[in-house]
Protein backbone atom coordinates (compact mmCIF):
# COMPACT_ATOMS: atom_id res chain seq x y z
CA UNK A 1 0.00 0.00 0.00
CA UNK A 2 1.34 3.53 -0.62
CA UNK A 3 1.14 6.46 1.37
CA UNK A 4 -1.23 7.77 -0.79
CA UNK A 5 -3.88 4.75 -0.60
CA UNK A 6 -3.13 4.63 3.53
CA UNK A 7 -4.06 8.08 3.06
CA UNK A 8 -7.14 7.75 1.40
CA UNK A 9 -8.35 4.68 3.56
CA UNK A 10 -8.36 6.69 6.26
CA UNK A 11 -10.58 9.50 4.50
CA UNK A 12 -14.25 10.12 6.07
CA UNK A 13 -16.71 8.74 4.14
CA UNK A 14 -17.86 12.98 3.86
CA UNK A 15 -15.63 15.66 3.56
CA UNK A 16 -16.69 19.35 4.76
CA UNK A 17 -15.75 21.56 1.98
CA UNK A 18 -18.26 24.81 3.39
CA UNK A 19 -16.07 26.83 5.32
CA UNK A 20 -14.14 30.13 4.33
CA UNK A 21 -11.02 29.08 2.39
CA UNK A 22 -7.47 30.74 4.43
CA UNK A 23 -5.60 30.27 1.51
CA UNK A 24 -3.77 32.59 -1.06
CA UNK A 25 -5.52 35.11 -2.38
CA UNK A 26 -5.56 34.91 -6.37
CA UNK A 27 -5.57 38.42 -7.39
CA UNK A 28 -5.73 39.57 -11.30
CA UNK A 29 -2.89 42.12 -11.31
CA UNK A 30 -3.86 44.92 -8.62
CA UNK A 31 -7.68 43.36 -8.69
CA UNK A 32 -9.29 41.29 -5.65
CA UNK A 33 -12.09 39.33 -6.29
CA UNK A 34 -14.13 36.67 -4.27
CA UNK A 35 -16.49 33.97 -4.87
CA UNK A 36 -18.80 32.77 -2.94
CA UNK A 37 -22.21 30.46 -3.29
CA UNK A 38 -24.98 32.89 -3.58
CA UNK A 39 -28.24 30.76 -2.53
CA UNK A 40 -29.02 27.46 -3.26
CA UNK A 41 -33.07 27.31 -2.47
CA UNK A 42 -32.25 26.39 1.03
CA UNK A 43 -34.86 27.55 3.78
CA UNK A 44 -33.64 30.24 5.32
CA UNK A 45 -33.89 31.88 8.99
CA UNK A 46 -37.32 33.59 7.84
CA UNK A 47 -38.41 30.79 6.12
CA UNK A 48 -38.58 31.89 2.75
CA UNK A 49 -36.90 29.64 -0.25
CA UNK A 50 -35.26 31.91 -3.11
CA UNK A 51 -35.03 30.24 -6.67
CA UNK A 52 -32.56 29.73 -8.64
CA UNK A 53 -34.70 30.49 -11.62
CA UNK A 54 -35.76 33.83 -10.35
CA UNK A 55 -32.28 34.75 -9.59
CA UNK A 56 -31.15 33.84 -12.84
CA UNK A 57 -33.95 36.34 -14.82
CA UNK A 58 -32.48 38.85 -12.66
CA UNK A 59 -28.81 38.15 -13.00
CA UNK A 60 -28.55 40.46 -15.96
CA UNK A 61 -29.67 43.54 -13.85
CA UNK A 62 -27.46 42.60 -10.72
CA UNK A 63 -25.09 42.86 -13.20
CA UNK A 64 -25.45 45.67 -14.39
CA UNK A 65 -26.87 47.92 -11.57
CA UNK A 66 -26.34 45.22 -8.21
CA UNK A 67 -23.68 45.78 -5.25
CA UNK A 68 -21.81 43.68 -2.78
CA UNK A 69 -22.23 45.33 0.84
CA UNK A 70 -21.63 44.13 4.39
CA UNK A 71 -25.08 43.28 5.90
CA UNK A 72 -26.97 44.93 3.21
CA UNK A 73 -26.32 48.29 4.67
CA UNK A 74 -26.00 50.23 1.53
CA UNK A 75 -29.49 48.97 1.10
CA UNK A 76 -31.99 52.39 1.62
CA UNK A 77 -34.55 50.50 3.62
CA UNK A 78 -31.91 48.95 5.71
CA UNK A 79 -29.70 52.21 5.96
CA UNK A 80 -33.07 53.75 7.26
CA UNK A 81 -33.48 51.61 9.31
CA UNK A 82 -30.18 51.84 11.13
CA UNK A 83 -29.78 56.00 10.77
CA UNK A 84 -26.84 55.67 8.37
CA UNK A 85 -26.41 58.56 6.74
CA UNK A 86 -23.74 57.22 4.22
CA UNK A 87 -24.77 53.85 2.98
CA UNK A 88 -22.22 54.12 0.50
CA UNK A 89 -19.56 53.66 2.90
CA UNK A 90 -21.10 49.94 3.14
CA UNK A 91 -20.05 49.11 -0.45
CA UNK A 92 -17.29 46.87 -0.51
CA UNK A 93 -17.29 45.78 -4.14
CA UNK A 94 -19.19 45.19 -7.49
CA UNK A 95 -20.14 41.47 -8.94
CA UNK A 96 -18.96 40.64 -12.12
CA UNK A 97 -19.89 37.24 -12.83
CA UNK A 98 -22.76 35.30 -12.13
CA UNK A 99 -23.08 31.36 -12.91
CA UNK A 100 -25.95 28.61 -11.88
CA UNK A 101 -25.84 25.13 -11.31
CA UNK A 102 -29.34 23.58 -10.94
CA UNK A 103 -30.17 25.38 -7.52
CA UNK A 104 -27.24 26.39 -6.30
CA UNK A 105 -26.31 30.40 -7.88
CA UNK A 106 -22.57 31.56 -7.65
CA UNK A 107 -21.03 35.30 -7.54
CA UNK A 108 -17.40 36.37 -8.68
CA UNK A 109 -17.14 39.77 -7.23
CA UNK A 110 -14.52 42.46 -7.41
CA UNK A 111 -13.57 44.37 -4.40
CA UNK A 112 -12.94 48.22 -4.42
CA UNK A 113 -9.34 49.04 -3.47
CA UNK A 114 -7.84 52.63 -3.09
CA UNK A 115 -6.67 54.96 -0.96
CA UNK A 116 -10.43 56.84 0.01
CA UNK A 117 -12.89 56.47 2.39
CA UNK A 118 -15.45 54.17 0.04
CA UNK A 119 -12.57 51.21 0.27
CA UNK A 120 -12.05 51.41 3.67
CA UNK A 121 -14.69 48.56 4.40
CA UNK A 122 -13.53 46.89 1.57
CA UNK A 123 -9.87 46.73 2.87
CA UNK A 124 -10.80 45.38 5.93
CA UNK A 125 -12.91 42.79 5.03
CA UNK A 126 -9.61 41.81 2.39
CA UNK A 127 -7.10 41.71 4.98
CA UNK A 128 -9.23 39.98 7.62
CA UNK A 129 -9.44 37.12 4.81
CA UNK A 130 -6.17 37.11 3.45
CA UNK A 131 -3.70 38.36 6.34
CA UNK A 132 -5.62 37.63 9.62
CA UNK A 133 -4.70 34.84 11.85
CA UNK A 134 -6.84 33.07 12.46
CA UNK A 135 -9.09 34.19 9.18
CA UNK A 136 -12.83 36.06 9.73
CA UNK A 137 -15.35 34.37 7.90
CA UNK A 138 -17.96 35.62 5.74
CA UNK A 139 -21.13 33.83 4.33
CA UNK A 140 -23.29 35.50 1.57
CA UNK A 141 -26.54 36.73 1.61
CA UNK A 142 -29.02 37.72 -1.63
CA UNK A 143 -31.06 41.10 -1.34
CA UNK A 144 -33.57 42.69 -3.83
CA UNK A 145 -37.12 43.38 -4.03
CA UNK A 146 -39.47 40.90 -4.20
CA UNK A 147 -41.76 40.68 -6.97
CA UNK A 148 -43.69 37.36 -6.74
CA UNK A 149 -44.35 35.05 -3.59
CA UNK A 150 -45.97 31.99 -3.10
CA UNK A 151 -46.41 29.81 0.08
CA UNK A 152 -46.11 26.14 0.44
CA UNK A 153 -46.83 24.35 3.39
CA UNK A 154 -44.01 21.92 4.39
CA UNK A 155 -44.76 18.28 4.73
CA UNK A 156 -42.81 17.33 7.57
CA UNK A 157 -43.07 19.99 10.06
CA UNK A 158 -46.64 21.52 8.54
CA UNK A 159 -44.73 24.91 8.61
CA UNK A 160 -45.69 27.75 5.80
CA UNK A 161 -42.77 28.57 3.66
CA UNK A 162 -42.63 31.40 1.48
CA UNK A 163 -41.31 30.66 -1.86
CA UNK A 164 -39.68 33.56 -3.71
CA UNK A 165 -40.26 33.26 -7.52
CA UNK A 166 -39.78 36.49 -9.26
CA UNK A 167 -37.04 39.33 -7.66
CA UNK A 168 -35.64 42.25 -8.68
CA UNK A 169 -31.98 41.36 -7.59
CA UNK A 170 -29.91 44.56 -6.45
CA UNK A 171 -27.61 42.99 -3.75
CA UNK A 172 -25.51 40.65 -1.83
CA UNK A 173 -24.12 41.57 1.61
CA UNK A 174 -21.45 38.94 3.66
CA UNK A 175 -21.80 39.04 7.20
CA UNK A 176 -20.65 36.98 9.93
CA UNK A 177 -24.14 36.11 10.94
CA UNK A 178 -26.08 35.22 7.06
CA UNK A 179 -29.78 34.36 7.09
CA UNK A 180 -29.30 31.67 4.96
CA UNK A 181 -27.05 29.08 6.95
CA UNK A 182 -27.14 26.40 3.70
CA UNK A 183 -24.46 28.10 1.85
CA UNK A 184 -20.87 27.75 2.31
CA UNK A 185 -18.54 30.79 3.40
CA UNK A 186 -17.03 33.50 0.58
CA UNK A 187 -13.50 32.94 -0.57
CA UNK A 188 -10.54 34.50 -2.04
CA UNK A 189 -10.16 31.57 -4.47
CA UNK A 190 -12.71 29.59 -6.31
CA UNK A 191 -12.58 26.28 -4.81
CA UNK A 192 -14.71 23.01 -3.97
CA UNK A 193 -18.39 24.02 -4.77
CA UNK A 194 -17.13 26.79 -6.25
CA UNK A 195 -14.38 25.25 -8.50
CA UNK A 196 -17.39 24.01 -10.58
CA UNK A 197 -18.49 26.94 -11.74
CA UNK A 198 -14.71 28.77 -12.34
CA UNK A 199 -12.29 25.84 -12.30
CA UNK A 200 -14.12 23.18 -14.87
CA UNK A 201 -11.32 20.69 -14.17
CA UNK A 202 -11.06 21.00 -10.28
CA UNK A 203 -7.75 20.87 -8.49
CA UNK A 204 -5.57 18.05 -9.11
CA UNK A 205 -4.02 17.42 -5.62
CA UNK A 206 -1.72 14.71 -7.05
CA UNK A 207 -0.07 16.72 -9.49
CA UNK A 208 -0.16 20.23 -7.12
CA UNK A 209 1.92 17.74 -4.59
CA UNK A 210 4.51 16.24 -6.70
CA UNK A 211 7.26 18.09 -5.92
CA UNK A 212 6.07 17.17 -1.80
CA UNK A 213 6.32 14.05 -2.38
CA UNK A 214 9.58 13.70 -4.42
CA UNK A 215 12.28 12.10 -2.47
CA UNK A 216 15.36 13.60 -4.43
CA UNK A 217 14.80 17.08 -5.48
CA UNK A 218 17.63 16.93 -7.39
CA UNK A 219 15.98 14.72 -10.24
CA UNK A 220 13.68 17.36 -10.65
CA UNK A 221 13.83 21.02 -12.41
CA UNK A 222 12.21 24.52 -12.98
CA UNK A 223 9.20 25.09 -10.66
CA UNK A 224 9.13 21.65 -9.58
CA UNK A 225 12.59 21.65 -8.21
CA UNK A 226 11.71 24.62 -5.72
CA UNK A 227 8.81 22.82 -4.20
CA UNK A 228 10.93 21.51 -1.16
CA UNK A 229 13.24 24.45 -1.25
CA UNK A 230 10.35 26.44 -0.11
CA UNK A 231 8.86 24.87 2.37
CA UNK A 232 12.17 26.23 4.61
CA UNK A 233 11.39 29.91 5.46
CA UNK A 234 11.85 29.82 9.02
CA UNK A 235 8.66 30.17 10.15
CA UNK A 236 6.91 27.04 12.00
CA UNK A 237 3.48 28.26 11.13
CA UNK A 238 2.37 28.14 7.53
CA UNK A 239 0.62 31.54 6.02
CA UNK A 240 -1.71 29.92 4.12
CA UNK A 241 -3.87 26.09 3.56
CA UNK A 242 -1.14 25.39 0.41
CA UNK A 243 2.35 26.23 2.32
CA UNK A 244 0.17 23.76 5.43
CA UNK A 245 -0.10 21.27 2.55
CA UNK A 246 3.37 21.15 1.78
CA UNK A 247 4.49 20.92 4.99
CA UNK A 248 1.97 17.88 5.83
CA UNK A 249 3.30 16.50 2.46
CA UNK A 250 6.49 16.44 2.89
CA UNK A 251 6.30 15.21 6.38
CA UNK A 252 4.72 12.30 5.19
CA UNK A 253 6.98 12.00 2.92
CA UNK A 254 9.45 12.07 5.00
CA UNK A 255 8.23 9.23 7.52
CA UNK A 256 8.18 11.83 10.42
CA UNK A 257 4.15 10.93 10.56
CA UNK A 258 3.44 7.34 11.68
CA UNK A 259 0.03 7.52 12.08
CA UNK A 260 -2.30 8.02 9.21
CA UNK A 261 -5.23 8.30 10.91
CA UNK A 262 -7.48 11.58 10.37
CA UNK A 263 -7.06 12.44 14.45
CA UNK A 264 -3.61 11.41 14.61
CA UNK A 265 -2.28 14.13 11.21
CA UNK A 266 -4.16 16.59 12.91
CA UNK A 267 -2.46 16.07 16.57
CA UNK A 268 1.02 16.24 14.50
CA UNK A 269 -0.40 19.43 12.86
CA UNK A 270 -1.49 21.15 15.76
CA UNK A 271 1.57 20.69 18.03
CA UNK A 272 4.12 21.19 15.23
CA UNK A 273 2.62 23.72 13.02
CA UNK A 274 1.50 26.52 15.41
CA UNK A 275 -2.31 25.93 14.54
CA UNK A 276 -5.16 25.53 17.18
CA UNK A 277 -6.72 22.33 17.28
CA UNK A 278 -9.78 23.34 15.15
CA UNK A 279 -7.49 24.79 12.37
CA UNK A 280 -5.55 22.06 12.33
CA UNK A 281 -8.81 20.04 12.06
CA UNK A 282 -10.29 22.23 9.67
CA UNK A 283 -6.86 21.81 7.22
CA UNK A 284 -6.37 18.32 7.89
CA UNK A 285 -10.49 17.30 6.64
CA UNK A 286 -9.51 19.68 3.41
CA UNK A 287 -5.80 18.13 3.07
CA UNK A 288 -7.45 14.38 2.77
CA UNK A 289 -11.03 15.86 0.64
CA UNK A 290 -8.08 16.77 -2.07
CA UNK A 291 -6.10 13.98 -1.64
CA UNK A 292 -9.31 11.94 -2.19
CA UNK A 293 -10.67 13.96 -4.89
CA UNK A 294 -7.06 14.14 -6.65
CA UNK A 295 -6.87 10.21 -6.27
CA UNK A 296 -10.11 9.35 -7.61
CA UNK A 297 -9.30 11.43 -10.47
CA UNK A 298 -6.16 10.09 -11.32
CA UNK A 299 -7.47 6.64 -10.91
CA UNK A 300 -10.37 7.38 -13.74
CA UNK A 301 -7.45 8.10 -16.43
Known amino acids: ?133 PSRKYYPSVGGKVLAKSLKIDPNTGDKIGVVSKVRWTNVAISQHPVNQHVGGVATIPFGVLAKSWCPEGFDLTKALEASYATDARAKTGGAALGLQSLDRGSKTPRSYFEFRDHLAKAINDGIVDRMSADGLVSYSAGNFGLSYDEAAEWVDRFLGDLKSGLSKKRSH
Do not use: C
Open 1 to 133: MTREDALLSSTPDYISMDYMLKATPAQEGDSRFIYFEASNEGRDQQDEIVLAKALEESASHFLSFGAVDLDHKSMPSVAKMYGIERPELWEIGTPVDVRFDGSSTFVKAQLFSGDTPLAENANLVWDSMTKLN
